[in-house]
């Protein structure tokens, strides 16, 4: 089967989705392809900071997400050995320190309103294999599996908003220079203890940092950070003294984690790396977000970033018409404060120990 349409958004993940939303919203026909079977997917960051929620109000999308549920962090809490050793209150002209906003909700806001457009469309289970262009080199459509099936998508615009792992980028053959953080992280949920307040808590045991993010529907998410590549070794000791840290770290959360961690498999590992890809389209195709500049968790600003691109492109097809745009990509307005940004997520990695510093 072949399709035609204005823009083909390859992944529904917050940058695409938001795209896809705002170029239905002009008027353009936007097909969103997403490969998983369900917008919910394998969960990430769901913090957004100040900037990501002035993209949302600035779209009308905020109170929909705050209906569906979100939950504002009050405070960031720095722990050492089970003791509070330092708090950082919220402004209270922001009103919050970053926002828990479950991907679900996010992307339901999103689609509950893009789906007001004619223009809209969006096919789940599609992966997009490849791209294909004219003799002139120009980007002209994807070939697509959904659900077992190959399609063609014609498309005057593509654009690579699949993630860290892009596909279109690889397929554009656009190389990306590849930054390890020193850290791999485990990463787990449990349900939030009672009376726990939403806040942002830090600790560093053995020199390594473990975070709490509180989230809405009463859980909280772990993220500890281990030596890259140590997890194989790791898991080859007992897990009992390895979770006892934890509990040593935050004592509130005993009861919790003794019932919901109990092995190594209710971990889950993520391997950290951050990217910027030698440039950000051409020819028609352009990319958003993790795919073309991978942010780490650090500072929660990578799916800020991938809305904000989308918001800058959304407005540069303001301006011109996609035929017109031989090289559409938002990258020299972008470029640069996503540089800052990286630094500032290395900045903020290196200088994680001195917050505990007057412990000696
Ligand atoms: C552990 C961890 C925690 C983080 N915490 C935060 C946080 O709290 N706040 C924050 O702002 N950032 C956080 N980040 C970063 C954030 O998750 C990413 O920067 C953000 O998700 C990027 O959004 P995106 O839309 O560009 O890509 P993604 O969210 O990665 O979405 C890409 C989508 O493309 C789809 N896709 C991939 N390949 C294909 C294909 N071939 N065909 C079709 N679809 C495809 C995927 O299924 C996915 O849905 C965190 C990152 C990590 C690793």
Known sequence: MIQTVDACIVGGGPGGALLAYLLAKKGFSVLLLERS?????????????????????????????????????????YWHNGQLIKT??????????????????LLQAIFDAAQLYEGFEYYLNSRVTDLFQDADGR?????????????IINSKLIVGADGRFSTVRKKAQIKTAIHKHGYDLL????PAP???????????????????????????????????GSYSMLRKQPFVPFIEKLINAFPDLSEAVHEHITSWEDFILLDVFSSQAEHWGHNGLALIGDAAHTMTPTGAFGLNSAMKDADILAELLEKQTIEQLDSLTCASQRKQEIEKLQALQIEKEQGFSSHFSIMG
């Open 37 to 77: 079977g369900q917008i919910a997917k394998s969960f990430r960051g769901e913090h957004i900071n100040e900037e990501g929620e002035a993209i949302l109000k600035k779209h009308n999308l905020f109170d929909a997400v705050e209906k569906l549920g979100l939950l504002k962090m009050g405070q960031l809490e």
């Open 88 to 105: 950082i209150s919220h402004d209270p002209a922001v009103g919050h320190l970053g926002i828990h906003v479950p991907q679900a909700h």
């Open 139 to 151: 980007y002209t459509g994807v070939h697509v599996i959904r659900d077992g099936e190959k399609f």
């Open 187 to 190: 990463w787990a949920r449990i």
């Open 194 to 228: 009672p009376d726990w307040q939403p806040s942002i808590k830090m600790a560093l045991v053995e020199d390594m940092q473990i975070s709490l993010f509180t989230q809405a529907k009463n859980y909280v998410q772990i993220g500890w950070n281990i030596l890259p």
